[in-house]
């Protein structure tokens, strides 16, 4: 399969970085495109050093994907993920900042996470907003009322427990799996309701 993934300036780093890990591991071409204010997140979130340059950032963040995974400038507008005559197959962004949701629901493209989710509205093809705000105030809402009436699917990062999580990590995975439930993508991850192991 042929995925993109936008990270944007919410909290939530591992969510991103497991994601793009278990992607690649599935076989699937893994498009990464990083906001500034992701950068910034990434940086702070993983690695506790903010003035990481974006280049060791990135490189950290996939290092260990494999071949499979392509960075993309939020400026490259020449990427196949900024047109709907390439083949995607799904679109996710994770986390999904509360002012990337906005921009998105006022049909706006400041850069190629915007018109990455556009195309992915526009050829009715599976687009998955993960977000992580809390509490959320009624401008978010109203913006993920425009997008899940455009299409889009909302999938707010918040982990359940009745899995037996006894680490974070699990608790990643547990989202994470969620994701790839929605792009169609078998997993292990987690165990399924009513099972006793993944």
């Known amino acids: 399969m042929r995925i993109f993934v936008g990270i944007t300036g919410g909290s939530g780093a591992l ?13 699937s071409e893994v498009g990464v495109c990083a906001s500034g204010a992701a950068i910034q997140v990434l940086a702070t979130e993983l690695y506790a050093d903010a003035r990481l340059s974006r280049d060791e950032v990135l490189s950290r963040l996939v290092e260990g994907a ?49 018109r990455a989710a556009s195309v992915a509205l526009k050829e009715e093809r599976k687009l998955v907003l993960c977000p992580r705000e809390t509490p ?22 918040s982990p359940g427990f009745y899995h037996g999580a006894d680490t974070v990590d699990q608790l990643v995975d547990f989202m994470v799996a969620r994701v790839l439930d929605q792009l169609k993508i078998d997993h292990t991850l987690v165990p399924r309701w009513g099972q006793e192991d993944a």
């Open 15 to 27: 969510y991103a970085k497991r994601l793009i890990e278990t992607l690649a591991s599935t076989g």
């Open 66 to 114: 494999g071949g499979s995974v392509t960075i993309h400038d939020p400026t490259d507008w020449y990427s196949p993920y900024a047109s709907g005559s390439a083949r995607i197959d799904g679109y996710v962004i994770c986390p999904c900042s509360s002012g990337t949701l906005g921009t998105l629901a006022s049909g706006a493209s400041h850069n190629l996470i915007h």
């Open 136 to 157: 959320m105030s009624l401008i978010h809402l109203e913006a993920m009322v425009t997008l899940r009436r455009a299409g889009a699917t909302i999938l707010p990062l």
